[in-house]
């Protein structure tokens, strides 16, 4: 993957700035929006069950993040999903927490046999639970930095879930079972603040919307968002998560050619 085409994708985005619907929890909303603007996609959250149907199905996206998970959640999930797979909407899906509760694992994996998921983004614990490979977690953190070789999990879980599959962590790995990348951006103060990696799913989305190849837009947003995340943590310094979050903000809306050109790390490994 040249540098080149992951700008041509974000360019994609700020030209057609394309609706992403956001079913996300209720402590990323306002972040995940205001992230979605400076980006130069348009978000919209909308989670009754009457109007997520008609929604979905004229989004350009559809990101599901399950967070702050209760029953009436996943029926929102699973109706627009399913007008989602209809209508070809591309469906990204963040399982937040898998493995921390029964509940939490089995809504999950509900959710990946009932639609037809486009692309799944999650930390290495996650993924590994979704799947049905026991990995630790704390709350919806990975526990601890070692979980495995993430590359392979990666195509692992492309090749058994038959989706693209997108493992963040120290490095990014992305995989449709048959072509990976390591994407090596970012930094570690993204942890430290709240709804970091649920933007970067609905991210993701934005650039699915607009990228058919689906691997070439889960790589490109990778290395966008984090290219965006060092410019912030530039400004704001490694030790002020308060700062750099709001920095973040700026950063999305400046990222463009030349700090891709600069700064983007992209790797294939097969």
Known sequence: ?????????????????????????????????????ALGASPVMAYAKQEVADMAKIAGALVLNMGTLDKKVIRAMLIAGKSANTHQVPVVFDPVGAGATPYRTESARLIMKE??????????????????????????????SDNGNAAELAVHAARTLGCVVVVTGKDDYVSDGETSYKVSNGTPLLTKVTGTGCLLS????AFAAVEPDLVLASAAALAYYGVAAEAAVAVSGADRPGAFQIELIDALHRTGQEALQQGAVIQQLV
Do not use: C, W, Y
């Open 115 to 144: 639609l037809k998921v486009s692309v799944l983004r999650g930390n290495a614990a996650e993924v590994a639970n979704v799947i049905g490979e026991a990995s630790t977690i704390k709350g919806v953190d990975a526990a601890g």
């Open 202 to 205: 609905s991210i993701i989305g």
């Open 1 to 37: 993957m040249h540098i080149k085409q992951v700008i041509e994708v974000l360019d994609k985005v700020r030209a057609n700035n394309p609706l992403v619907h956001n079913i996300t929890n209720v402590v990323v909303t306002n972040f995940t929006a205001n992230g979605l603007l």
